[in-house]
C-alpha cells in the first residue's frame, strides 16, 4: 500500500510539474505572439498616421477650448530640444515636450504646453517649401 502511494504521488508531482511547463511555455509563446503584432502596428505607416491624426485632433480640441483655432486639420511637432530654437523669437518661452500645433492653410502655429493647459505663444507662419521658418510672434 505504502509503495502505490508512493508510487500516485510521484505521478502527481510529475503532472503538476508538466503542468507548470507547459502553463509558462504557453505564456511565452502568447507573449512572443503580442509582441509581434505590437511590432507590426508599429512599423505599419497607415496605422501611425492614424495615431498621429487622432493626437492632433485630441490636441486640437483641448487647445480649442484655449482660443480660437483655423477650421482646418493641424500637424503637431513636439519640441525636442528646446535650447535649439532659443535663438527663434518664436520659441523663446517653448520647452522640452511643449506641442506644435501647425495649419498651414491658415499660416498659423500655436505652442501648447499640455502640462499647464496653455497656449505659450502663437503666431504666423512663413512656409518655404513645406517647410516651417521663421515664424512670428503675435503674442
Known amino acids: 500500500?505504502?509503495?502505490s502511494s508512493k508510487s500516485k504521488s510521484k505521478k502527481n508531482k510529475k503532472l503538476i510539474i508538466v503542468a507548470v511547463v507547459a502553463v509558462v511555455l504557453a505564456a511565452l509563446v502568447a507573449m512572443l505572439i503580442l509582441q509581434r503584432v505590437e511590432i507590426n502596428r508599429l512599423n505599419d505607416p497607415t496605422a501611425t498616421a492614424e495615431q498621429s491624426k487622432a493626437e492632433a485632433a485630441?490636441?486640437?480640441e483641448k487647445v480649442g477650448q484655449l482660443v480660437q483655432l483655423p477650421d482646418e486639420e493641424a500637424t503637431v511637432a513636439t519640441v525636442q530640444d528646446a535650447e535649439k530654437l532659443r535663438d527663434?523669437?518664436?520659441f523663446k518661452n517653448a520647452q522640452n515636450?511643449?506641442?506644435v500645433l501647425i495649419f498651414t492653410n491658415d499660416?498659423?502655429?500655436?505652442?501648447y504646453r499640455e502640462s499647464e493647459n496653455k497656449v505659450i505663444n502663437s503666431g504666423p507662419i512663413v512656409l518655404n517649401s513645406g517647410n516651417l521658418t521663421n515664424p512670428e510672434t503675435t503674442e
Open 107 to 111: 499660416k498659423k502655429a500655436f505652442i
Open 58 to 60: 485630441k490636441l486640437k
Open 88 to 90: 527663434q523669437e518664436f
Open 97 to 99: 515636450g511643449d506641442k
Open 1 to 3: 500500500m505504502e509503495q
